[in-house]
Nanobody, 123 residues
Framework: VQLQASGGGLVQAGGSLGLSCAAS????????AGWFRQAPGSEREFVAA????????NTADSVKGRFTISRDNAKNTVYLQMNSLKPEDTAVYYC?????????????????WGQGTQVTVSS
C-alpha cells in the first residue's frame, strides 16, 4: 500500500485543518489506519487510530475532543479533522496502515507509512 498524506499548512491558533491520506496499490479497507505526528526534536507520537471498517476509533488524550479520525473505504482515504488547533500541535503528520482487525496506538504496529505533511499552528 502506498499512502499519500495531504492537507497540511499554516493556520492560526484556534483554526482548523483537514488532513487526507489517500491509498494506492491495495484497498485501504483491508487495513486499520492511524495518524501520528512528530515535532522537531521529539519522538513520533500517536494521534488517532481507526479500525478497518471505521466502527472503532481512538484518539490521544492531547487531541481528544478536537481531532476526529474517519475513513471512506470507497474512496480509499482516511481523514483527520483537526479543530481548535494549538501551537503545540505543530508537527509533521504521518498516516499509516496496519494489518489487523482492531485499532493500534503504537507505531510499531504499522507496516505502511505515508511521507508526512507539515502542520504549523501560529500563536
Amino acid at each position: 500500500v502506498q499512502l499519500q498524506a495531504s492537507g497540511g499548512g499554516l493556520v492560526q491558533a484556534g483554526g482548523s485543518l483537514g488532513l487526507s491520506c489517500a491509498a494506492s496499490g491495495r484497498t485501504l479497507g483491508r487495513y486499520a489506519a492511524g495518524w501520528f505526528r512528530q515535532a522537531p526534536g521529539s519522538e513520533r507520537e500517536f494521534v488517532a487510530a481507526i479500525n478497518w471498517i471505521g466502527g472503532m476509533r481512538n484518539t490521544a488524550d492531547s487531541v481528544k475532543g478536537r481531532f476526529t479520525i474517519s475513513r471512506d473505504n470507497a474512496k480509499n482515504t482516511v481523514y483527520l479533522q483537526m479543530n481548535s488547533l494549538k501551537p503545540e500541535d505543530t508537527a509533521v503528520y504521518y498516516c499509516a496502515a496496519a494489518d489487523g482487525s482492531g485499532f493500534y496506538t503504537t507505531a510499531r504496529s504499522y507496516i505502511y507509512w505515508g511521507q508526512g505533511t507539515q502542520v504549523t499552528v501560529s500563536s
